[in-house]
Nanobody, 117 residues
Framework: QVQLVESGGGLVHLGGSLRLSCAASGSIFNIKDMGWYRQAPGKERELVATITYRGTTNYADSVRGRFTISRTNTKSTLYLQMNSLKTEDTAVYYC???????????WGQGTQVTVSS
């Protein structure tokens, strides 16, 4: 089992920055890829950014160039640096970890990010 705990969310003004963290514990050796997802009110959960076990990153078009995903080499902590925040970035942000094999993904409880104008 893997436990994921997000932190770093909050209220920020338009154009501001936030850094989200996701602390992984438990069987972190079993983590293959990791990512950030978000869900705005009334909308489905969507991919924000992912990072593979090789360190390859992928971003949603809406955040590319503004957000940066990174992780520690031990995969114990995942980060999301968010710059030039827009009101449409307001959502609950979730940390995700995909294990090796066919097991289900792990999810954190989410952290709220609110961008005010």
């Amino acid at each position: 089992q893997v436990q994921l705990v997000e932190s770093g969310g909050g209220l920020v003004h338009l154009g501001g920055s936030l850094r989200l963290s996701c602390a992984a514990s438990g069987s972190i050796f079993n983590i293959k890829d990791m990512g950030w997802y978000r869900q705005a009110p009334g909308k489905e959960r969507e991919l924000v950014a992912t990072i593979t076990y090789r360190g390859t990153t992928n971003y949603a078009d809406s955040v590319r160039g503004r957000f940066t995903i990174s992780r520690t080499n031990t995969k114990s902590t995942l980060y999301l640096q968010m710059n030039s925040l827009k009101t449409e970035d307001t959502a609950v942000y979730y940390c995700n970890a995909s294990p090796w094999g066919s097991q289900d993904d792990y999810w954190g409880q989410g952290t709220q990010v609110t961008v005010s104008s």
